[in-house]
T-cell receptor
């Protein structure tokens, strides 16, 4: 089945710096890639997604790049703030008529120091 | 934004007992999911449910597990009987279609 890998597993940055999280997947049938953020003790919160017919998506301080050939994604967060401290999860889905079964990576723990 | 509610947030039970985890999905959503996360490990898909039926389940969804949503009320995950390895946080999610999933805050199950 699908496997999703994330690197790094954790990182610490100073407020204002940028963060880059890498994600790779194995199943070429995956077509939908949502990312979630989980602050301590809180629910997973959707932050950005991309479909396999796109190469790039940007919202405010987030940029998500997708390379179908290498099965690789990268999430770039600019101008980080302490509120960005969380675990970030990459996920992949075939998004078919059975709904949206997500395969998650193990997460990247980001700590932004003020 | 829309919220998925889970009850209870935390439950401790003895091995062999039955447990029911309840999920109140986003009101107009049509697809419902359960995921399991053991501490320090990946969140893993258990099952999804649509139109009153299980659509897909993983190998983690053992015979002791069942899901239902009677009369549009709570979407429930029942484990009977429980085993030690069922200790985990169980996340419910819902979606309108094949897009974004909305997650609950999780139900932490401890089996002694």
């Amino acid at each position: 089945g699908e496997q999703v890998e994330q690197l790094p597993s954790s990182l610490i940055v100073q407020e204002g710096a940028s963060v880059l999280i890498n994600c790779s997947y194995t199943d070429s049938a995956s077509v939908y890639f949502p990312w979630y953020k989980q602050e301590p003790g809180k629910r997973l919160q959707f932050i950005i997604d991309i479909r396999s017919n796109m190469e790039r998506k940007q919202t405010q301080r987030l940029t998500l790049l997708f390379d179908k050939k290498t099965k690789h994604l990268s999430l770039h967060i600019t101008a980080t703030q302490p509120g960005d401290s969380a675990i970030y999860f990459c996920s992949a889905s075939k998004a078919n008529s059975a709904g949206n079964k997500l395969t998650f990576g193990i997460g990247t723990r980001v700590l932004v120091r003020p | 934004g829309p919220k998925v509610l889970q009850i209870p947030s935390h439950q401790i039970i003895d091995m062999g007992q039955m447990v029911t985890l309840n999920c109140d999905p986003v009101s107009n959503h049509l697809y419902f999911y359960w995921y399991k996360q053991i501490l320090g490990q990946q969140m893993e898909f258990l099952v999804n449910f649509y139109n009153g039926k299980v659509m897909e389940k993983s190998k983690l969804f053992k015979d002791q597990f069942s899901v239902e949503r009677p009369d549009g009320s709570y979407f429930t995950l029942k484990i009977q009987p429980t085993a030690l390895e069922d200790s985990a946080v169980y996340f419910c999610a819902s979606s309108l279609g094949t897009g974004q999933l909305y997650f609950g805050e999780g139900s932490k199950l401890t089996v002694l």
